[in-house]
């Protein structure tokens, strides 16, 4: 399952409840799929790290990595995400 589809899941259960999110909708799709575009709105919000984010990743990370490459694998892991890869 990809973290688009997770998160679209998780989002239709709290509207939809627990099991409910898989009900076909008119147009032959599963209600889940209704939620994507509000997915992929929220992921590439998240594309950019915070400050804080930057610095938390740094340091659960080797002294060899800097700020910049731990911006950069977050940004590659949301890509991943959109990209239906993650």
């Known amino acids: 399952m990809s973290m688009v589809e997770k998160v679209a899941r998780a ?14 909708m008119a147009d032959g799709s ?4 209704a939620y994507i575009p509000d997915v992929i709105t929220v992921l590439k919000a998240m594309r950019k790290p915070t ?3 930057v610095d938390a990743g740094a340091q659960l990370c080797d002294a060899a990595y800097s700020g910049k490459a731990v911006h950069a ?10 990209d239906g890869e993650g």
């Open 11 to 24: 989002l239709c259960n709290i509207e939809v409840g627990e099991g409910g999110c898989d009900a076909i």
């Open 30 to 33: 599963a209600q889940w799929q």
């Open 51 to 53: 400050p804080a984010m």
């Open 73 to 82: 694998a977050w940004q590659a892991m949301i890509d991943a995400a959109l």
